[in-house]
């Protein structure tokens, strides 16, 4: 792959990024009252069906631990979270989904996927 192409290949993934964060701060904020990283907590505890450390989180969702920490406590506030010590570990954390998150992300999946379908009609189909 020459320079140019890696060059555009960057500048369409900022791109795509920025308008699908941008889109996903309003729709779902609007419709949900997440942000799209809160909305990113709930859907990989949602995927994986188990509580998860929350250094497995943050290898995940691409934040900082002090970052996802404030999300999760935001999310925890809004009791859609929970945090647990690992009996095993003190100094692990677990991070586990309430049946009210469960609810909130069941809700916001539908507009989430709906971001993403706008956002990437255009882009070049991936190979499986």
Do not use: N
């Not at 949602?46 to 989180?57: F, K, P, S």
């Not at 999300?71 to 003190?90: F, G, I, M, P, T």
């Amino acid at each position: 792959m020459d320079e140019e192409v890696v060059v555009e290949t960057w500048h369409y993934v900022l791109a795509k990024h920025a308008k699908a964060m941008c889109a996903l701060e309003r729709e779902l904020g609007d419709r949900h009252g997440l942000g799209p990283s809160e909305f990113e907590v709930l859907d990989r505890i949602v995927h994986h069906d188990r509580q998860l450390r929350l250094q497995e989180l943050c290898d995940e969702v691409h934040l900082s631990q002090s970052a996802l920490s404030r999300v999760v406590a935001r999310l925890e506030k809004a009791a859609l979270v929970s945090r647990d010590a690992c009996s095993s570990d003190r100094r692990g954390i677990f991070v586990c989904i309430t049946p009210e998150g469960r609810a909130r992300h069941a809700e916001a999946l539908p507009t989430q996927r709906a971001v993403l379908r706008e956002v990437f009609a255009d882009a070049p189909a991936l190979a499986p």
